[in-house]
């Protein structure tokens, strides 16, 4: 129902007043594209009033902060074709199953180490395009899953138009063993930003498991191990400044979409950065240092 009343960037915008008798019952902007007595029609459901009057419109912008920012990937590839019968996500973490990849699209696999790293992919549609445009940790905390953000066709990043879509978008990210959730954005009005949507329209694209964790491996070879260290030295000062979104308030969860986040794995360490926050932390013993602001 969120998208129904979405606006849309840059254009002219009814805002609609609904009164049912002396009580007003809402004000909505529906967005250029929406009829007001459809409108009218889905809010009388809403509320249980089958007779709701439109007592005022007026014409609005309707304003977005466009998509959250974008994540830097190591390496990524666009493909404008897709393996038969492929998945419509992938998460693919080892050499094998990388090289099978390639090999049911008659190409050479790229070289890539999959200690360090792991490869989060999605395929879209006949003639559609997709973009990953942000790989991130949904709780640096208590991690859960490894959440996959697209947007169709390209992504707003920096309210400019970002990487542009593909049919076939792969991105190497850190390496992890979480589950992968893959959730496809699209912008909504800005009027409609609050905690409970996180600033986007989500449409779940697919979840993939999660993998067994490494063996006998030296104690932070994992990105959901990286920044659980790295987050447990932030004061509670600054994790209530990461919790704060774009326009001031305070979101539903610590580390949200809108935080701007780098996470690369280096030989010896991992480099996180949530915003101006920098953090090193050393592969073999898991010491967690300061790097210089930005």
Known sequence: MSSLFRGAWGLGSPTVTVRFGAREVATV???PRIRLPAVTAVLALMVGAPALQVVAVRTAVADTLGLPPCTPFARQWKLATAPPAARSVLAVRDARAWRRLWRSMRRAAPALDFSRQMVVGVVARPRAKLVIYRVQVDNPKKPGRLEVRVAEKSAF????VGPPGARLHLAA???SALPVWFVRDRMIDGGLFGVHNEGTSEHELGRLPGAARPRGA???VLREDAERRAFATLSAKEVAKLKLGPLGRPMRRVLHP????QVKRGNTSWQIRYGSIGLKVD???GKVARLAKR
């Open 29 to 31: 902007m529906p967005g």
């Open 157 to 160: 990043c920096k309210m400019k």
């Open 173 to 175: 990210v850190p390496r």
């Open 218 to 220: 030296r104690p932070v």
């Open 258 to 261: 809108w935080v701007r986040l």
């Open 283 to 285: 592969v073999a013993t």
